[in-house]
């Protein structure tokens, strides 16, 4: 007798008897009888529809897979051009229209905060009051660094020391 012939003996005889098994999963207990039992490929008719679903299924995954790969580089070229737009635009700010305050009262810094401004020194040369600027183009946002930096001025936790 084949394996395949004393496995439908054994679903027979399974399904013929008041047999129980429990679901791993659950732990609830069932009779074998009602339970959808096959050998190996030789599906029932239910078990064919779960398996060609299965089977689209896995396909459609590939598919996604293989269409983010590819999305990949694409999406990694653009985020380090605009990263670099950013850094450019870091350095042009002061100097570009709109700007609102004097370019010449500002001190770069670009790490962790990109200016220092001290208003009023070019035209007064004294400074009437200080700001930390930060420059952020298109949907970037401030770092956990610089969001402690402003928590940290908003606090007026700012000392000011001579070595």
Known sequence: MSAKEK????????????FHAECSNC??????KKADLFYNDDFTFKALKI????????KKI??????LKEEIPIHSQRTTKAT??????????????GFNLD???????????DYIVFNGLNK???VDSLVFMEVKSGEARLTDRQKT???????????????
Do not use: M
């Open 27 to 32: 732990g609830d207990s069932f009779l074998l």
């Open 103 to 113: 370019h010449a009262d500002c001190r770069s810094l670009f790490d962790p905060i």
């Open 51 to 58: 398996y060609e679903d299965r089977l689209i299924e896995i």
């Open 84 to 97: 670099n737009l950013g850094l450019i635009l870091e350095r042009l700010a002061p100097t570009l229209e």
């Open 62 to 67: 590939r598919s996604d897979l293989k269409n």
């Open 149 to 163: 930096i402003r928590r940290l001025v908003d606090d007026g936790k700012v000392e000011f020391q001579i070595y």
């Open 124 to 126: 007064n040369s004294y």
């Open 7 to 18: 496995a439908k003996l054994l679903i027979k005889t399974l399904k013929s008897k008041d």
